[in-house]
Structure formats: structure tokens, C-alpha cells
């Protein structure tokens, strides 16, 4: 159980909450590494398609080589050396135009159409269209050429169809009316600049790209070779926008509407695990076999015989270690989630100032709306007078509040109408004729039933973009067009007509452009940048970073909002982006000083270093408290303990109080006190032994005592007889402490007086068993043996009852054991004793002992047991007794191997001389 209770606080707790502490702080670690490189997926590929359409490629050319030929002033030297486009698939015509308005072409971008083209310049800049020149700039742009719709495009990419195909034109003029015109007549398919794009870009080439075109079965890929990219294609193409980890890649797919398919991978290991996390848990490991090791050899880590006060601060540390890993866990996940919370409120504060943008355009919509309307009720318009209505209308088209307007009478007939093409005017006719129908009841004869139910299918049909309009009277109503210039909302209404009133039916419609323009002049944007993706221009204040431009085509092709941070001037910003729900090609750009959530996540962390500081202190208090509760009695206990070792027996403990410590105190006094009467008893013990033994002629005689208490219970003396004989006794009484201590005592009374009265051994020992069971009343037995030695006849008259057998090592080194029947001392049974007598020749030795010598135990249990002891006597014949007593002794303590014998051990040797 202890074993247990040591390796779990002494290996595992500390070092398993060490390893799970850094393991889950390096797990984070890793999931987020995942997380920014998915997020690197998907910014790339929105990037890369939003790089890679056909009109930013063109647009970043037309500014590149404006920005070049505006250096040079537009020399025709310069616009001729101009660098071959590098992408043929494009088409691309360039032509320049010098201050004297001489017009420079580039070899590569041919020269058939630079006549049209210098007319066509010379019109721009004298705003001059003549009908011939339209018709031929038709045939070169496309039927959808229109001079008014070009000229609002300056610096900007306008719609041309040259091939039937849609292309793009780029043109702006300097203040010298120098300038530059650069077209595509077909615009090719996203493939080609996409793979021009990244076999250039060096800075994505890292990974793997693949471009797959699925209707012409044509692929491209770039970057680290993977044989298998088309199996994960397929599999990214289940499931759009989905990251997939396959053969080792981390991979993500977009489909592009032209039927193209881009897939972006990285390898696994660049979001791979910290190979410190696994380390970790091997030195976890290799720490515990390190703290394992002593195990292996004591079974014991040794914890329980550490002294009292290093138990406790290694059991606080170890309180304190885990408790402290679990709070720091509980802190660590509780402070990601406040911090996630505290950026998501950032995020959400972002997008709610980006949506407000919508907001505001929603409710200038129902301005313009409001406006329409009090038009339609003017009195003015509902009078129905041309040259007044005239007036009216052109005063609002040049403030551009209004674009078209027409209105008609009840049988459709035109009253009045501005702005108008011939082609829309036919086509609002047969509108207003099916709504005045509807909703007025206008019966108007029909030429042709067949045409008219013909005209009214086509009306419609949901290709003219009429059909939704029908139910939808008195509303502002988006209405799409080829060209972006011509997007418009449009407005209609019906109502009944009188003599005064002739209008019934009212159309007006305001360009989208315009609109737009005098709605951001009207609000106030803040920190909100808008950008128009489908011109490729910022509105109104441009943002100082390049890469906003990315962000907000991330924004835009993804259509949700965007998010990255970057620094500027030591501070750490968020840009959000925002595609708007209301204008396709529009999208909202704010920044958010991040300064705020850092102090809050400092704040957090600070209040997490108190959490730490204030349990750090804690735990030091409690320790002093309870080091001062408990640690300094202790502490005086064991110097109370060192004195009692030193045996001062006169020293005491102050009062530790009324607790157990004080009665420990108390009870400590009191044992000194007995200790002290017990060092009294000890020293009158020791003097009963014989302070030296009388010299024999032609004998050498030695006695050892160790008594394993303060009081032991064996006797040995020697006392002088008549005729030069001695009394050799060595006895053994049951138990130890005081009690054996006086039966030792009497004892020696009684040998003294009866060596006093030359009574012989089996009187001697009669006596003895008196003592035994008259006086001690049996409490105590007694083992003895005892002997006269006749020095001038060599003899010896030996006598034991119940003692360990004498031994006798002879000559020939042969030891010989002296064996008694008698019983011990105090047994009811003992009533007479009969000696025997030995004779010692010269070198031989005779040895008494107590079984304390061969009783004792080592940490095994094994006794050092007869054999032992009469091996190690008879391995030391012809030495003298002072050697056999050390060689023995130190053969005991050899074998109990720091153990203490269990009980006294006491020998006496009788050796005659050689």
C-alpha cells in the first residue's frame, strides 16, 4: 500500500501533470496551425480567382503600362518597344497616343485597325460622334457601342462585343491629351491566365496547384508532383469548399462557373505535429524509469523515512502542482473561450458597421422610391403638359436624380416621354398596354389578335426581364441590362385618368450608377471603404494597403465576409470584408484598431497571473501556518529526541499547549523523568558486573556484555573461592527492563554470599531457584550455568540449567558440546541438579554464551543460529579469547547487516595456557 501511495505521489502526479499541462498547450498549438492553413486554402484559391479573371488582368496590365509611358511623356519610341503580352490567348490591341495626338502601335499588336482608332481617339477628346464614325466604331466594338456609356468609363473596363463574344476596353487621357487605349476583342477563358498566373507566381509555388478545365478535358498543375491529385479532385468536387486530408494533403477545391476547377494543397507535415509534443511524453516517460529505478532495487522509494518537514513541502508541492494543472487547464480553456468571444464581438462589431452600409442603401431606396412618387403626383406630370414636363424632367436627369421617364394616356398613347431609345420606347408600349389592360380595365381594339397574344407571351417571357414587373405596380424594380452602365431601377404606376388629369400610366428609372454616386455622397461611410469589384475601383476614399484588394475579392467570391489582421506603425488592425446583399459587384471594407481586445486579453492574462500568484501565496501561508502548528513542535520533539539520544536526561519541553502537542510535551517530561531513574539503574547494573576479571596462573579469561535496552536481564561474573578456585557464572533472565534488571541483582547477591560460604554449585543454583519462585513468584525464569575451576588440577565442576550448552575447542581444533538435562530456574519441575566435571588441557578454550548470540535475526528473518556461531569459534582455534570474542561479534554484525539483536548478547571464554 505504501509502495502504491509513493509512486503515484511521488512519480506520477508530478510528472503526469507536468507532461498534460504542456501536451494540451502544444495540442492547441496544433489545431490552430490546422486551422491557418485551411484558412491559407481558401484565402489562396479566392485569391488566385479573383487574380486570374480575364478583366483584372487586363486592368493590372492597362495601369502597368500607363504608369510606364506617363514617365516617358507617351513617346511613340517607347509605346513600339513596349514587351509582348505574354499571354497570346487575350488578343490584346495597344495603341498610344502622343501629346500631338500620333498614335504608336506595338509590333506584336498589329496595325489594321489604326486608322479607325485614330478617329476613334480624335472623337473622345472632342466628345464629337458623328453618326459614320458610330457605325464604324460599331463594327470594331461591337453593335452595343454607345459614345455616352463610353464616356462615363474613363480608367475603368467597358463592356465591347466585337465578336459577338463579350470583350473589354480600357482608355484614359492625360492633360495633354496624351493617352492610352488598350482592348481585348474576346476575352478567353479563365484557364489560361490562371495558368500563366501561377507558372509566374513564384511566391505560391509552394504546395501543389491543379486546374482542371471540365469541358475541354484540359489540366494543369504546378509544384510539388502528386500523381493521385485527380482521385482528390473528385473527391473535393463532392462537396465544394470541404478540406480533405488525402495521401498526405491537405487539400481544397473551388469550381469556377466557366467549368473549371482549381484545387490548392498543401502536404500534411506543414501542419504537422510539434515533435515536441511527442518528446514531451518521452522524457515524461524517461522520468519515470529514472524515479523508478530505486523501486528495483529496495522496493521503497524511501518517502517514508524523509524527515517531517520534507514530507510536507514535497506533499504541498505535490497539492500544488496538481491543483495548479488542473486550474491552469480549467484557466487555459476558459481563456481561449473568453478570447474567442472577445474577437468574435470585434468581428461581429465590424460586420454590423459593414451591414449598416446595406442598411442605409436599403433606406435611400425608399428615398428614391418616396421621390419617385411625389414625381408621379406632381401636378405638373399629372396636368400632362409637354413643354412643362420637359423642363421638369431635364432639370432632374443633369442633376442625375432621373434617367428615363415617359408617360401615357389610357389607351397607352404616348403623352410625353425623355430619354428614351426608339427600342425600349416600342417595348414600354406593349407593357403599358398590358397593365393599363390589368389593372384599368383599358379595352383597346386590337389589328391583330394573333400578334397580340403573341406580343403579350414574349412580354412575358422571362428573357425581356418583364415578367416579374407585371404584379409589381408602385415599386422600385431592379432592371438588369447587357451593358453595367445601363443597370437601372425602374418605377412604374397606373392610375385612373380625367379630363383635368389625362395620365394613366408613368415610368421613370434611375442608372444604378447614379445612384450609387449620390448615395455614398450623401452618407457618411467612417472607417467603411466601398469597392466596386465589377470596375475594379474603390468609391469615394481609397485604403492605404495594397492587399485590401485581395480581401475584398476573398470576400466577394466566397460571398460572406472576410477577415485578416496586419500592422501598421507598431499596431495590430482587423480588416473585415463584406459582399453586399443588395449590389452584386459591391463590397464593404472596414478596419478595427485591435487595441482594445489586447488590452482586454492583457487584462485577462494579468488577472490570470494574480490567479496564480494569489494560490502560490496561499499555499505559502498555509504551509507557515501549519509549520507553526506543527512543523515547530516537531521540531522541538526532536530536539527533545537528540538530547534523549545524547542521554541528557535532565532536559525538559516547554508546554506546547493544551493540544496533543502538548500532552506529547508532557508525557516526554515524564519519560526523561523515568529515563533518568532508568540511566540510575543502568549504572548500578553496570557496576554489578565484575569491572575487571581476577588474574588466574596459567589462565586467560574474557567476558562480553550487549544489552539491547537500557536495563538487560543476562549476568556474568567470576568470584574467587577457597583454595585458590573461582566461581564462573553466566545466567539469563526472562525478558528485559527494571524487573530483570533486580532478579540480576539478587542474583548477584546470592552468588557473592555464597562464594563467601564455599557452597558448591547445585546448592548454588538451589538458591537461585528459591529466588525464583518465592521471591519473584514465577514472574521471571532463569537460565544459568556455572562452574568451579580448580587451577592447580586443571578440573572443572560445570552445572547448567536450561542455558545454551557450553562448548569446548580442544587441541585438535575439535569443538566438543557439554550437554545438561536440567531444567531452568523456576520450573516446577527443577529439584535437584548434578554437576559434571571437565579437564582442560593446555590451549584449549571454554565458552559460555546466551542465546541473544545465536537469536539473532537480520532483515530477512534468518537467524545467525548454532551452526554459525560454533563454525566461527572453531575457525578461530589457538587465538586468544579477546580475538575469539571480536571475530565472533563481528561475524553476528556481519550477518545481521545493520540490524540490532533482538535480545542481550553476552559471552564468557576460559582459556588455560599453552
Known sequence: MNLAIEVILLILLPIGSIVLVTDRFLAKREEET?????????????????????????????????????????????????????????????????????????????????????????????????????????????????????????KLPYDIFPQKKPGKLFWDVSSNHSGLVVFSPSLPRIFFPLRFLLSQDHRESDGFWAIYDTQLHRSSTHGIPWESWKTA??????????????????????HHPQGLWIMRAFPASYAAGDPLRSHVWFMGL???????LPLTKSNRLGFWYWSLPKKLFFLFSIAF?????????????????????????????????????????????????????????????????????????????????????????????????????????????????????????????????????????????????FKPMFDRPDSLIPLSAVDEFEKTFWYWDVFPSTSQQPVSFISLSLNLKDMLSAFLKKIHLGTVFVYDHHLRVWSQT???????????????????????????????????????????????????????????????????????????????????????????????????????????????????????????????????????????????QTRLLPRSLPIIPGYETVFT??????????????????????????ADVTGHGVSAALVTAMAKAIAFTSAKSDHQLPEL????????????????????????????????????????????????????????????????????WTPCTILLEPGETLMLYSDGLYEAYNILGKPFDFDRVMKTFQQCGGKKPKIIAENILLAQKNFLGGVMPQDDVTMFFLQRNP
Open 542 to 684: 481609397t485604403p492605404l494597403e495594397s492587399f485590401f484588394n485581395a480581401i475584398v475579392a476573398q470576400a466577394h467570391i466566397g460571398r460572406r465576409v472576410a477577415h485578416t489582421t496586419f500592422r501598421k506603425n507598431g499596431k495590430e488592425y482587423l480588416a473585415s470584408a463584406y459582399p453586399s446583399n443588395l449590389i452584386y459587384h459591391y463590397c464593404y471594407l472596414t478596419l478595427t484598431d485591435l487595441e482594445p481586445i489586447h488590452q482586454h486579453i492583457g487584462a485577462m492574462q494579468t488577472f490570470m497571473g494574480i490567479g496564480a500568484f494569489l494560490l502560490g501565496l496561499m499555499v505559502w501561508i498555509f504551509s507557515q501556518v501549519l509549520s507553526q502548528a506543527i512543523l515547530k513542535p516537531v521540531k522541538k520533539l526532536v530536539i527533545g529526541l537528540e538530547a534523549l539520544e545524547k542521554r541528557r536526561f535532565d532536559y525538559r519541553l516547554e508546554s506546547l499547549g493544551t493540544d496533543e502537542f502538548g500532552e506529547l510535551s508532557d508525557m516526554f517530561n515524564m519519560m526523561m523523568t523515568e529515563f533518568k531513574d532508568l540511566d540510575v539503574g543502568r549504572e548500578i
Open 233 to 254: 479532385l473528385r473527391k473535393c468536387a463532392l462537396q465544394e469548399r470541404r478540406t480533405f486530408l488525402i495521401d498526405g494533403f491537405l487539400c481544397q477545391a473551388v
Open 34 to 154: 490546422w486551422l491557418r492553413l485551411e484558412h491559407r486554402l481558401e484565402r489562396h484559391l479566392q485569391i488566385a480567382l479573383y487574380r486570374s479573371q480575364p478583366i483584372e488582368v487586363l486592368a493590372t496590365y492597362f495601369r502597368k503600362v500607363w504608369n510606364r509611358f506617363s514617365h516617358v511623356n507617351f513617346s511613340p519610341e517607347a509605346i513600339i518597344r513596349l514587351p509582348t503580352f505574354p499571354m497570346p490567348e487575350f488578343d490584346l490591341r495597344v495603341i498610344g497616343f502622343t501629346p500631338k495626338e500620333e498614335s504608336a502601335i506595338p509590333s506584336w499588336s498589329g496595325s489594321s485597325n489604326k486608322a479607325i482608332l485614330q478617329k476613334f481617339w480624335h472623337c473622345l477628346l472632342s466628345n464629337n460622334w458623328p453618326i459614320s464614325e458610330q457605325r464604324m466604331f460599331k463594327r470594331l466594338f461591337g453593335s452595343m457601342f454607345k459614345p455616352i456609356n463610353l464616356l462615363k468609363s474613363q
Open 321 to 465: 502542482i496538481t491543483t495548479g494543472t488542473t486550474l491552469i487547464l480549467l484557466s487555459l480553456g476558459n481563456f481561449r473561450e473568453q478570447t474567442q468571444v472577445a474577437e468574435q464581438e470585434f468581428r461581429d462589431q465590424a460586420l454590423a458597421r459593414l451591414r449598416e452600409v446595406d442598411r442605409q442603401f436599403q433606406a435611400y431606396q425608399e428615398v428614391v422610391l418616396d421621390f419617385f412618387r411625389a414625381l408621379r403626383d406632381n401636378p405638373i406630370i399629372r396636368e400632362g403638359n409637354p413643354p412643362k414636363i420637359a423642363d421638369l424632367v431635364r432639370d432632374l436627369y443633369e442633376r442625375k436624380q432621373l434617367t428615363q421617364f415617359e408617360i401615357r394616356k389610357i389607351d397607352s398613347s404616348l403623352i410625353a416621354t425623355f430619354n428614351v431609345s426608339p427600342g425600349r420606347l416600342k417595348t414600354t408600349e406593349l407593357f403599358s398596354r398590358e397593365v393599363l389592360r390589368r389593372y384599368l380595365g383599358s379595352i383597346q381594339p386590337s389589328k391583330d389578335m394573333y400578334l397580340d397574344a403573341t406580343v403579350k407571351n414574349i412580354m412575358q417571357s422571362p428573357f425581356l426581364g
Open 765 to 832: 543454583f538451589a538458591r537461585f531457584d528459591a529466588l525464583i519462585k518465592l521471591v519473584v513468584k514465577r514472574a521471571k525464569m532463569m537460565t544459568i550455568v556455572g562452574g568451579i575451576l580448580d587451577p592447580f588440577s586443571h578440573s572443572i565442576e560445570i552445572l547448567s540449567a536450561g542455558h545454551p550448552f557450553p562448548f569446548i575447542l580442544r587441541r585438535n581444533n575439535v569443538l566438543e558440546e557439554i550437554s545438561f538435562k536440567n531444567p531452568m530456574l523456576g520450573a516446577k519441575w527443577a529439584k535437584s
Open 705 to 730: 556484555y550487549q544489552s539491547n535496552s537500557e536495563l538487560g536481564g543476562d549476568y556474568v561474573d567470576i568470584l574467587p573461592l577457597s583454595g585458590g578456585r573461582y566461581l564462573f557464572l553466566l
Open 286 to 292: 524517461l522520468g519515470v524509469i529514472f524515479m523508478g
